[in-house]
């Protein structure tokens, strides 16, 4: 059991340097890197100043030719672009359909169609009218028969 002592506390002594040797080098590297800061500090201004005035310059450079190639598009460029667009455009729409000569045959058609039911209609009236009026003639009167007016009188 001596012997798991000795080793437990060998660990912990060992574990207590380890962690005074971490506080110490934070505190050496906190030291540093504020002397660091304190160092940097004025150069970071002077680079962030110098920074500012050259985007400054950079942007007084690019406005003009910016503003001219925009001219240039507009004026030149822009319509050049719209006409290739435009022929590309002519070049890759599909022929129109014959729809004409399809609706004209369809028509036709149903103009054909339409006259023969009125002719078919028609000679069917004819007909009918032709049966009626066979069928609805009025015989003549027969003379001298018993039954008639004037048969009575002639008798009498």
Do not use: C, H
């Not at 590309?88 to 729809?99: H, L, T």
């Amino acid at each position: 059991m001596s012997n798991r002592r000795g080793r437990k506390q060998d660990v912990r002594a060992a574990l207590d340097r380890a962690q005074g040797a971490v506080a110490q080098g934070v505190d050496v590297a906190q030291r540093g890197a504020s002397a660091a800061a304190e160092r940097i500090g004025p150069a970071a201004r002077q680079t962030r100043e110098v920074t500012a005035d050259r985007l400054l310059a950079a942007r007084a450079w690019s406005a003009p030719r910016l503003e001219s190639a925009s001219k240039y598009v507009d004026s030149d460029l822009g319509p050049k672009v719209s006409a290739v667009l435009a022929d590309a455009a002519k070049r890759v729409e599909p022929a129109d359909p014959k729809r004409g000569r399809v609706r004209r045959v369809m028509f036709t058609g149903l103009a054909v169609a339409a006259f023969a039911g009125v002719v078919g209609m028609i000679r069917t009236r004819r007909a009918q009218t032709a049966s009626f009026d066979e069928s609805t003639t009025e015989p003549e009167p027969v003379t001298g028969s018993p039954n008639s007016a004037d048969g009575a009188r002639a008798s009498s």
